[in-house]
């Protein structure tokens, strides 16, 4: 199966420009995440994800540490985006999300920054945290297409999403990578600060799977389409695997492909959380991969 990008035959038809347009005045009056600030970012002004108009980016590179199906040969070509719409306090990436490191840079920079991946070999080009710069990379992406990028795009976010703002980008994105980080909504506003994370992760998803359908390979066994869920196993059972599998299974897909991770340890603000504050021991992920064959999934990341 060779991959070609729907976002190519937007550009074509002239869509892609309205997509732009769209996504760009939102940011006039910022609802792009359910956190809704109404902040005018247009404007200067910034809310919770502290970034305003033009995109900023932390780092960029081919990255051999995502799943198998993205990494393939060459690597997933990552680019970093900075900040975060979520404040979970155990965050292995703290110092980009929460503590903002990066530099802004323009709509041409970071086209250049796909173009850069995509000659280095790179099977797609993996926004992480995307969510709060949608505009951003839709801006920056006719540059990209214009200097010949031809390979997917992997919209790689925390979950907590907006369905308007991803029915924008139906056809601009052929891979969604989603956490579904708690099957809990008072324990994700505990641990991640934000309200009803549940209810949007699980609208999310489905709009994600709506446009995408569950994950295709071609014959490198490389990703091309569809969705690719990722649930990290927390302490105490935090995480909720048993609703979130079960909700996969039963609402999305039994087919869906999902990463259950097992690299939780204190990082950031965790130590001040007793139940956080140490690594998941090899029985609770023993237990979430169990919890996930019982619910009725078996494209596990890693397990056979």
Same mark, same amino acid.
């Not at 990494?71 to 990436?93: D, E, H, K, M, P």
């Given at each position: 199966?060779?991959?070609?990008?729907?976002?190519?035959?937007?550009?074509?038809?002239?869509?892609?420009?309205?997509?732009?347009?769209?996504?760009?005045?939102?940011?006039?009056?910022?609802?792009?995440?359910?956190?809704?600030?109404?902040?005018?970012?247009?404007?200067?002004?910034?809310?919770?994800?502290?970034?305003?108009?033009?995109?900023?980016?932390?780092?960029?590179?081919?990255?051999?540490?995502?799943?198998? =199906? &993205? /990494?393939?040969?060459? +690597?997933?070509?990552?680019?970093?985006? %900075?900040?975060?719409? *979520?404040?979970? #306090? !155990?965050?292995?990436?703290?110092?980009?999300?929460?503590?903002?490191?990066?530099?802004?840079?323009?709509?041409?920079?970071?086209?250049?920054?796909?173009?850069?991946?995509?000659?280095?070999?790179?099977?797609?080009?993996?926004?992480?945290?995307?969510?709060?710069?949608?505009?951003?990379?839709?801006?920056?992406?006719?540059?990209?297409?214009?200097?010949?990028?031809?390979? =997917? &795009? /992997?919209?790689?976010? +925390?979950?907590?999403?907006?369905?308007? %703002?991803?029915?924008? *980008?139906?056809? #601009? !994105?052929?891979?969604?990578?989603?956490?579904?980080?708690?099957?809990?909504?008072?324990?994700?506003?505990?641990?991640?600060?934000?309200?009803?994370?549940?209810?949007?992760?699980?609208?999310?998803?489905?709009?994600?799977?709506?446009?995408?359908?569950?994950?295709?390979?071609?014959?490198?066994?490389?990703?091309?389409?569809?969705?690719?869920?990722?649930?990290?196993?927390? =302490?105490?059972?935090?995480?909720?695997?048993?609703?979130?599998?079960?909700?996969?299974?039963?609402?999305?897909?039994?087919?869906?492909?999902?990463?259950?991770?097992?690299?939780?340890?204190?990082?950031?603000?965790?130590?001040?959380?007793?139940?956080?504050?140490?690594?998941?021991?090899?029985?609770?992920?023993?237990?979430?991969?169990?919890?996930?064959?019982?619910?009725?999934?078996?494209?596990?990341?890693?397990?056979?």
């Amino acid at each position: 199966m060779q991959a070609v990008p729907s976002y190519l035959r937007l550009h074509e038809s002239g869509e892609l420009a309205r997509r732009i347009e769209a996504a760009r005045s939102i940011l006039g009056d910022c609802t792009l995440c359910p956190r809704h600030c109404h902040v005018n970012r247009l404007q200067g002004e910034r809310g919770a994800c502290r970034v305003g108009r033009v995109p900023m980016v932390s780092s960029f590179g081919p990255h051999f540490g995502e799943e198998r =199906p &993205l /990494v393939g040969r060459y +690597g997933s070509g990552t680019i970093f985006l %900075t900040s975060c719409n *979520l404040r979970c #306090v !155990f965050c292995q990436n703290y110092d980009i999300s929460q503590l903002a490191m990066g530099s802004e840079a323009s709509p041409a920079e970071l086209g250049e920054m796909m173009l850069s991946l995509w000659r280095q070999g790179c099977h797609n080009i993996n926004f992480v945290t995307p969510t709060h710069q949608v505009p951003q990379i839709l801006v920056a992406l006719p540059h990209a297409i214009d200097g010949g990028l031809d390979i =997917p &795009l /992997v919209y790689n976010c +925390g979950g907590y999403e907006e369905p308007a %703002t991803l029915r924008l *980008l139906e056809g #601009v !994105f052929d891979i969604y990578m989603p956490d579904f980080k708690f099957g809990d909504s008072a324990v994700a506003e505990q641990y991640s600060g934000v309200p009803h994370y549940v209810e949007s992760a699980e609208e999310a998803l489905r709009e994600m799977h709506r446009q995408v359908g569950p994950l295709l390979l071609d014959e490198r066994g490389v990703a091309v389409r569809g969705l690719l869920v990722r649930h990290l196993v927390l =302490p105490e059972g935090l995480a909720g695997t048993r609703r979130v599998m079960g909700f996969i299974a039963r609402e999305i897909s039994p087919d869906t492909y999902v990463n259950i991770m097992d690299q939780y340890h204190p990082c950031f603000r965790a130590a001040e959380h007793p139940h956080l504050n140490r690594r998941i021991t090899p029985e609770e992920f023993a237990e979430a991969l169990a919890i996930a064959r019982a619910e009725g999934l078996s494209r596990l990341d890693g397990f056979p």
